[in-house]
């Protein structure tokens, strides 16, 4: 198993930047793929964004295509999300999630990190 850590949330302002990263220890974190999932309040956990073992395959909802990379660096076993032009309807809290082959539904993935909270003020 591989446990997860998420940092990088805060408060900023709309149209501004952030990037979250997430920290895997405990297993080789390149043999799993990963995803970003997010959940604002009274609402279901939604996807994000993903990336396969190597970085070779992405996908992104359609909601921060354009404003949001996601990448990884093996080396460092982190996978980062860079967000760009911020949006209130981003505010929710941010999860990482690990699986063994790349992902877009968050019931396939079983690692997940305990979150990190992005709030975009308008």
């Known amino acids: 198993q591989v446990q997860l850590v998420e940092s990088g949330g805060g408060l900023v302002q709309a149209g501004g930047s952030l990037r979250l990263s997430c920290a895997a220890s405990?297993?080789?974190?390149?043999?799993?793929?990963a995803g970003w999932f997010r959940q604002a309040p009274g609402k279901e956990r939604e996807f994000v964004a993903a990336i396969s073992r190597s970085g070779g395959s992405i996908y992104y909802a359609d909601s921060v295509k354009g404003r949001v990379t996601i990448s990884r660096d093996n080396t460092k076993n982190t996978v980062y999300l860079q967000m760009n032009s911020l949006k209130p309807e981003d505010t929710a809290v941010y999860y990482c999630?690990?699986?063994?082959?790349?992902?877009?539904?968050?019931?396939?993935?079983?690692?997940w990190g305990q979150g990190t909270q992005v709030t975009v003020s308008s």
């Open positions: 999630a690990a699986a063994a082959s790349v992902q877009t539904r968050a019931y396939n993935y079983d690692q």
């Open positions: 405990g297993s080789t974190f390149s043999f799993y793929a």
